[in-house]
């Protein structure tokens, strides 16, 4: 009988009391994986791999929450004012207004959450499991039970698995467990009662690799999973709001009681001059509500959306929305070099042998086409051919890639220096597969970045060990080196000189070498211990050439004053040799070493000097990339760290910004707040671009809501101040509130970003929205605008027209003025005449839009006594036309003034 497992569900086996093969018979399965057709069953009875989350709100939901606000709870109150007191077209308008806010609310969020939806499908996990016998690429979500999943060092554990072979392998299961140590893992059954934390022959879905290899059976998906579980109870968590959102609606607050009491204010000035205290009450009301920039949080959150939906085609994933601020503001940007400055397709191109030749290879890429020749063109002898073809075999044996020709095309998989290798060998006419078979694995330690080699233990009529790696490791195992005339003693100075000859002309260079195992190996542990004495077989060097477009987006960082630094692992003289292509160095007073690092690890104030100074580091250990990451933020930078490997996480979790490649592991990814889809550099200035416009556009929807809120409260104190009647109604503050908080600030959200943004510095990280430039022109605008429309109400009513027309006139100048003054806010410092309609047809349609409504409104009976407000002749509203227009022109005087004070 099966063993059952106590707990939660006692029908469910106990997993890791079985022996792996009694596991692969309970769950129907094999070594060589299921087939399609048992998949597709198997689909079908346990359903996708996906755990339990919260869905997304519901459109009712979404309207509901809309109505969460201090301003509507005063436009609500105002409306059951209004039906206590029969004012039955005022309350029927104030609701109206409520559901028209509601609904635009409504349509945006629901916008934003499929947007965030559909973002989420493009960070979908990616496994390695085998089908059919072979090994392929398959979506975490389409895994099932029965299915064999290969792990390596780096992986996101998709599932949980019953382990079947462990090499090395740790997992870390803090997620899980609480256990900051990761945890070994073993094969053996153990007893029944063995506590969750203690299953070490099982690995838990959301749990990562950080060491070694495995293979293992899927027992559990999705919520039968043990944190499908947790996943259960944790789903309806409320998530936090983005720091950026939290300043913005703080800001909103303090503007917002600002308004108020200065409504106060004016109200108890009417009240004293008499005007009765219903129409004072929806006055203020009406007066609170206009000049509240309470569209503020959601015209941001679109400005951003529309920013990450904009980054997304650009291939920058956003993962937190605040990121797309925090990326604007980057001054630096701590890059990787491989995959992300250059194409990551790396290429045999020069080889060294021990006995003293040098030889090219032609071809490029990951395709077995090209040959081997002698540096000066000559063919190959057979003796060199012989020595050729063993450095190959024995980088075929300690090998995990794999690449042969099917149907005309290529296809490779593995390790970029792997394939690079195997390519390699198909150029001597070796046929990697055939090697492999001849051959039988004993063992294997595969390659960490900590110890920078990978070794396999093999038997073709003897046993021996072969290992390829950084040069500086693989010599420290050799005593012995192959030359021409046989085996002759290592010579280390001679060998490091090649290496440093290769490196410094850009090649990243591996050593290989092999030695024989005692008769006795078969019964070895074999780890490093097991590693005899062996002998150099050669130096093979790999180019991986840049990236075309890398030295272009260089040269807008400097201009856009963001600092570049390259962190790499490879060797120094390889890095120099990039940096130099690249113009991020001219010599080696930019490069430090990791060595180097070392000796002032220490010294806080070394370091600093030190990182302020160097634009390349090399050879450096994970823990130091995190201490160069930390120098930059001391050093005042808002700093962007790409990484791709597990190694990288500390360093992206400590910058502002983590930026991790698509390619990368699955913990660089969940760590970083953007991912670059095409592991691009390029792509990441881009994205810097699309940060940089998103800030913009978020100051412009501020710069809009204030001065046009701040252009009602002048109009109105002036008012007061001259004796004269209030120059709009309730309802008619109410009307203008919502066209210009309805239709343009979302509108303008989607403007175009301006050309010049990738040549100014960034934005210091601490500086607020409220700059001086944004309060100046705020004041300004705000000022014109409010004199403008009161000095068309006191020129109207001292020429002899009613209240009632003058109101009409002053609502549609404010309207026109609101138009007008939306183009000013489409640039702080370019004039709007420069600024092309096309970067935002949106926008021209928002105000088209806007203005239309209201002649509409004019020409409607119902509408004109809602408003109070009646047609008025062509000439008329040519004139207010013309009037607003002032407005333009005194903004682009200022601009001009700014502009001229700048230059002197």
């Not at 609701?95 to 499929?114: P, R």
């Not at 194409?343 to 490029?364: F, I, M």
């Not at 109604?729 to 959200?749: F, H």
Request: charge should be neutral; aromatic fraction near 6%.
């Amino acid at each position: 009988m099966t063993p059952t497992r106590e707990g939660i569900d006692s029908a469910r086996p106990a997993w890791h009391a079985m022996t792996s093969e009694q596991a692969l018979r309970a769950m129907q399965s094999s070594r060589s994986g299921l087939t399609d057709d048992d998949a597709a069953t198997r689909m079908a009875q346990y359903g996708p791999n996906k755990l339990p989350s919260k869905p997304p709100p519901g459109i009712v939901l979404i309207f509901l929450h809309q109505f969460l606000s201090p301003l509507i709870y005063i436009l609500i109150v105002a409306g059951l004012v209004s039906l206590a007191l029969r004012e039955w077209t005022d309350a029927g308008f104030i609701f109206a207004v409520i559901f028209l806010n509601a609904s635009l609310g409504t349509f945006q969020e629901w916008k934003a959450e499929k947007s965030a939806a559909s973002l989420q499908r493009l960070l979908r996990i990616v496994c390695r499991c085998r089908r059919n016998g072979q090994p392929i690429d398959l979506e975490a979500e389409s895994l099932v039970p029965g299915d064999i999943v290969i792990l390596e060092s780096g992986n996101r554990v998709p599932a949980d698995l019953r382990l079947f072979e462990s090499n090395s392998l740790l997992i870390d299961e803090s997620l899980l467990t609480g256990e900051s140590q990761a945890v070994a893992k073993d094969l053996p059954p153990l007893p029944l009662e063995t506590p969750l934390s203690d299953r070490n022959n099982l690995a838990f879905a959301g749990s990562t690799v950080t060491l070694g290899r495995g293979l293992g059976l899927v027992v559990a998906t999705g919520k039968q999973t043990e944190v499908g579980q947790i996943a259960s109870a944790v789903a309806s968590t409320i998530s936090a709001k983005p720091p950026l959102v939290i300043r913005m609606e703080k800001f909103a607050r303090q503007v917002s009681y600002l308004v108020l009491g200065f409504v106060l204010l004016l109200a108890a000035v009417a009240i004293l001059e008499g005007m009765p205290f219903k129409e004072v009450f929806f006055m203020a009301v009406a007066l609170a509500v206009s000049a509240i920039p309470e569209g503020l949080p959601v015209a941001m959150t679109v400005a951003l959306s529309i920013a990450t939906s904009r980054m997304a085609r650009r291939n920058v994933i956003v993962r937190r929305l605040t990121a797309v601020e925090g990326l604007g503001s980057c001054t630096c940007i701590a890059s990787d070099k491989t995959g992300t400055l250059t194409v990551n397709r790396q290429t045999v191109k020069a080889l060294w042998v021990p006995s003293g030749e040098n030889y090219t290879v032609s071809g490029e890429g990951y395709a077995g086409v090209g040959e081997v020749q002698k540096d000066d063109g000559a063919s190959l002898s057979l003796d060199e051919t012989h020595h050729l073809k063993r450095l190959a075999k024995a980088g075929i044996l300690c090998n995990e890639a794999s690449l042969k020709l099917a149907l005309g095309e290529w296809v490779h998989h593995g390790d970029a220096i792997d394939v690079a290798i195997l390519a390699f060998a198909h150029k001597l006419g070796l046929d990697p597969e055939e090697e492999v078979q001849k051959s039988v694995i004993l063992g294997e330690i595969p390659f960490e970045s900590e110890q920078r080699y990978a070794a396999r233990f093999v038997h073709n009529q003897q046993s021996y060990c072969i290992v390829k790696g950084a040069v500086e490791q693989v010599l420290d195992f050799c005593s012995t080196m192959d030359g021409s005339n046989g085996r002759r003693d290592l010579d280390i100075l001679d060998v490091e000189g090649e290496a440093l000859r290769l490196a410094s002309s850009g090649y990243r260079v591996l050593a290989i070498a092999e030695g024989n195992l005692p008769e006795t190996s078969q019964n070895f542990h074999f780890g490093p211990a097991a590693i005899p004495k062996l002998t150099l077989l050669g130096l093979v060097a790999f180019i991986d050439p840049l990236r075309p477009e890398v030295i272009e987006s260089l040269d807008v960082c400097r201009k856009a004053g963001v600092r570049v630094v390259m962190i790499t692992g490879d060797h120094p003289a390889t890095a120099l040799g990039i940096a130099r292509e690249l113009k991020l160095a001219s010599d080696g007073e930019a490069l430090m070493t990791g060595k180097e690092f070392t000796a002032i690890e220490h010294n806080p104030e070394a370091i600093l000097k030190q990182v302020s100074k160097t634009t390349v580091f090399a050879r450096v250990a994970p823990l130091q990339k995190l201490s160069i990451v930390n120098a930059l933020n001391q050093l005042g930078h808002f700093t962007a760290v790409t990484g791709d490997g597990v190694n990288d996480a500390p360093a992206l979790r400590k910058a502002h910004i983590g930026v991790a490649m698509g390619t990368g592991t699955d913990v660089a990814k969940e760590t970083a707040s953007i991912i670059v889809a095409d592991d691009n550099f390029a792509s990441l200035v881009a994205g810097i671009e699309e940060g940089r416009f998103a800030y913009d556009n978020i100051r412009k929807v501020v710069y809009l809501l204030i001065s046009t809120g701040g252009a009602e409260i002048v109009l109105f104190t002036l008012a007061l101040l001259f004796g004269l009647p209030l120059p709009l109604g309730a309802v008619q503050l109410l009307w203008l509130n919502l066209v210009t908080n309805g239709i343009q600030d979302i509108a303008l959200a989607f403007e175009g970003g301006e050309p010049g943004v990738m040549h100014r510095p960034p934005r210091r990280p601490n500086e607020g929205i409220f700059n001086q430039l944004m309060i100046s022109q705020t004041l300004v605008s705000g000022i014109v605008m409010g004199i403008l429309a009161f000095c068309c109400w006191h020129f109207l009513l001292t020429s002899g027209m009613g209240v009632s027309e003058a109101r009409n006139s002053v609502l549609l100048l404010m309207v026109l003025l609101e138009n007008v003054h939306v183009f000013n806010c489409r640039s702080e410092r370019i004039s709007a005449f420069r600024v092309p309609f096309r970067k935002n047809p949106l926008l021209i349609g928002g105000v088209l839009t806007a203005q239309s409504i209201h002649i509409l409104s004019m020409h409607l009976p119902f509408m004109q006594t809602v408003l109070d407000i009646q047609p008025v002749s062509w000439v008329e509203w040519s004139r207010l036309l013309v009037l607003a227009g002032i407005l333009l022109l005194a903004m682009e005087l200022f601009k001009l003034m700014k502009k001229t004070r700048k230059t002197l």
